[in-house]
């Protein structure tokens, strides 16, 4: 089985600008998760979707968004971007609720904010 | 912030030898995870133990979960060089779905 992909891998922008990632599970898989990992902040939860539904969310504020399809795939997307954002995003998907069973991280996305 | 918190903040060890690194938490949890994740990279899942195991096995790894101290460790008997990497325990609380993470174990191993 493939993989969870990430694209792109790599992104700069510029403050205020918006950006959307895009996430491909691991075929079957019909939850998907989204973090943000920063060295001050460590990983971070973002939201979790699961067949199409935000199931959960994180402590973010609302300029970080996110949807997923009826094929599983997800994007999530930050708006008027910040320098904070620059960071590591990372999605996972797994069969069912992320917090109680195995997710499978993508390689994620290096978001630099200038 | 954080329920889980790994300790120590980073370990570096021979190859050859055992490495143990430690994970504390608040709350009471369903589960706990071990993650790792190789420089800058996306985490693999290394192990799940439910709240009423209190030791898993998975090749060289062993993880104990004493839920009375709220702590977990992760022992990786026989490291070798491509251990090194950072090791997270994510935590899921009884009233939450949401995973929680901890800031992670630097672990180096020299050849």
């Known amino acids: 089985k493939a993989g969870v992909t990430q694209t792109p891998r790599y992104l700069i922008k510029t403050r205020g600008q918006q950006v959307t990632l895009s996430c491909s599970p691991i075929s079957g898989h019909r939850s998907v998760s989204w973090y943000q990992q920063t060295p001050g902040q460590g990983l971070q939860f973002l939201f979790e979707?699961?067949?199409?539904?935000?199931?959960n969310k994180g402590n973010f504020p609302g300029r970080f968004s996110g949807r997923q399809f009826s094929n599983s795939r997800s994007e999530m997307n930050v708006s008027t971007l910040e320098l904070g954002d620059s960071a590591l995003y990372l999605c996972?998907?797994?069969?069912?609720?992320?917090?109680?069973?195995?997710?499978?991280f993508g390689p994620g996305t290096r978001l630099t904010v200038l | 912030s954080q329920q889980g918190e790994e300790d120590p903040q980073a370990l570096s060890i021979q190859e050859g030898e055992n490495a143990t690194m430690n994970c504390s938490y608040k709350?009471?949890?369903?589960?706990l995870q071990w993650y790792r994740q190789n420089s800058g990279r996306g985490l693999v899942h290394l192990i799940l133990?439910?709240?009423?195991?209190r030791e898993k096995h998975s090749g060289r790894l062993r993880v104990t979960l004493d839920t009375s101290k709220k702590s977990s460790s992760l022992l990786i008997t026989a490291s070798r060089a491509a251990d090194t990497a950072s090791y997270f325990c994510a935590t899921a609380s009884g009233g939450s779905y949401i995973p929680t993470f901890g800031r992670g174990t630097s672990l180096i191993v020299h050849p």
């Open positions: 979707y699961f067949s199409e539904t935000q199931r």
């Open positions: 709350t009471s949890i369903n589960n």
């Open positions: 996972a998907s797994s069969l069912g609720t992320s917090a109680y069973n195995e997710q499978f």
């Open positions: 133990i439910r709240s009423n195991e």
